[in-house]
């Protein structure tokens, strides 16, 4: 079995930072472990595509390792439903190092599930097959939908089972990003005074994802504009999709403005503005209609971070902060109006488009209509008869703009997918995994969702909303 794997197949510019910055710790030994995706395209972006099997299975499982890596978990912080937690990190996850792509752009790439480490906080560091079938599916699909993410690049069945108050079988995903760095690890900086720190974290985030600023008066100002920026059109898109992260804490809040950590996040069926899925919110913090207001929030909490490095003087400082903060609602509404004027067939909304895109949104919250397949089917030409006034006066808007209505829907098609990984489907994926051994609704699933705003017969019935019996109300963490 060849697993050795070649000397500088990872640089390592975030574990050669200082020693404060994370924990030196190697992934658990996995005792059998099974390949059960590789994400090939992924693979070939980062060059990887040449590993053999025993290579790809040694690498995602964990059980071996460039001779040269220098495997680390980072530590954050985090408010957590509001609440500050001073030290998190990775509990569960190991960074094995950085791969360039073919853009020329380092990635990160970790382990996630992979045993224990001194961030654990008393867990067994462990993931289940469940969660791990989630991210991959989730991930890859918001990738294919054109929402910067995360991305799965295998998942490995570890042959040992863990404890989730009973016996499940664990799994392993090998994630990537643009950088881990999150809002929290400039908070668990900052609360502890280390400066120094902040401005390595400053630094290293616009190395990694925005070296077109490095040469800025005020690297950390350019650096905060950027991320509120990546924020605001991060969840405008995540609205414009009916997408519910579901634990939009400040250490979920990844700095290159990718969607980070599937835990109990889901997709509308059915729209509603309060909709929760998640089974820990339940105050509703986290809601579809609340997700632009707390995504202010935890910018404001990353501004706050800042201030030490913003400038010599504390008054300057918060007023080049607080001045950036509100600037989010500004850049979020105009990333609203464009990504909701494309699911209409404008370029974005003036103010009279945007009372009928509010007035459509109040429509299907009153008739409990399907959220994606409604503004696929005005794009097909077709509209439940709850929206027949609301269609005529959509009609007169587009001529009235000069967009034929031929125009608008090829606009509306590439804006409105026809398949999202629906909530049903994905449990079904997950049950068939866990419980019978069965991968092959995973894997046609992820085959439905790889081209998700082309019309595919074959794959109608992922288009199907879930029926009474189907429908899941509650969605949970990994942990």
């Known amino acids: ?60 499982s964990g ?16 408010h957590q439903f509001g609440g500050l937690v001073p030290q998190l990190g990775d509990g569960r996850a190991v960074l094995l190092g950085e791969r360039v792509d073919g853009a020329n752009r380092a990635v990160d790439i970790q382990l996630k599930g992979s045993g224990p480490t001194p961030f654990s906080r008393g867990g067994d560091g462990r993931a289940w097959l469940g969660p791990v079938i989630r ?15 995360t991305r799965a690049l295998a998942a490995v069945a570890t042959g040992a089972d863990v404890w989730r108050e ?24 900052a609360i502890r005074g280390d400066d120094k720190a902040l401005n390595i974290l400053v630094e290293q ?4 994802v925005y070296p077109h600023l490095l040469d800025a008066e005020n690297k950390a100002l350019a650096l905060l504009k950027a991320v509120i920026e990546a924020q605001a059109l991060l969840v405008a898109k995540w609205m414009a999709l009916g997408f519910i992260h579901g634990v939009m804490n400040t250490d979920n809040v990844a700095i290159s403005g990718e969607t980070i950590d599937y835990g109990p996040c889901a997709f509308m ?33 990353f501004a706050g971070t800042l201030l030490p490095v913003l400038a010599d003087d504390e008054n300057a400082a918060q007023e080049l902060a607080q001045t950036a903060i509100n600037s989010f609602t500004g850049i ?68 009235a703009a000069g967009v034929p209505m031929a125009e608008a829907q090829s606009r509306m098609k590439s804006a409105n997918p026809a398949r999202i990984p629906r909530n049903h489907r994905v449990e079904e994926a997950i049950s068939a995994a ?46």
Not at 352 to 375: I, M, Q, S, V
């Open 1 to 60: 079995m060849d697993t050795l794997l070649p000397p500088g197949l990872l640089d390592h510019a975030y574990a050669d930072l200082p020693q404060r910055f994370g924990a030196r710790v190697s992934p658990e030994p996995s005792p059998s472990p099974t390949l059960i995706a590789w994400n090939a395209p992924l693979a070939e972006e980062l060059a990887l595509q040449d590993l053999s099997e025993d290579q790809k299975l040694a690498l995602s």
């Open 63 to 78: 059980n071996a390792l460039p001779e040269d890596a220098v495997p680390i978990a980072a530590a954050y912080a985090g």
């Open 135 to 149: 991210e991959y599916v989730m991930s890859e699909a918001m990738h294919a939908l054109g929402v910067p993410t």
């Open 166 to 189: 009973q016996p499940l079988p664990g799994a392993i995903i090998t994630r990537t990003a643009r950088s881990h760095i999150r809002v929290g690890t400039f908070v668990y900086f």
């Open 205 to 208: 985030s616009l190395v990694r």
């Open 269 to 301: 069926d059915e729209f509603a503005r309060g909709r929760v899925f998640s089974s820990i919110d339940r105050q509703g913090r986290y809601a579809y209609a609340n997700q632009p207001r707390i995504a202010h929030w935890n910018l404001a909490q």
């Open 332 to 399: 979020y509404e105009d990333a609203w109006c464009r990504e909701f004027g494309r699911k209409l067939g404008f370029a974005t909304l003036d103010d009279e488009g945007l009372a009928l895109g509010e007035r459509l949104l109040d429509l299907l919250e009153e008739h409990a209509l399907d959220f994606t397949n409604t503004f696929r089917g005005l794009a097909n030409g077709e509209q439940p008869p709850a929206l027949d006034l609301w269609h005529s006066q959509w009609s007169a808007q587009l001529a």
């Open 434 to 479: 866990a419980f019978e051994s069965d991968y092959g609704p995973f894997e046609r699933l992820k085959a439905a969702l790889a081209a998700p705003y082309q019309d595919q017969p074959e794959y109608e019935l992922y288009t199907k909303a879930p029926s009474e019996a189907e429908r899941v109300t509650r969605t949970f963490c990994g942990t």
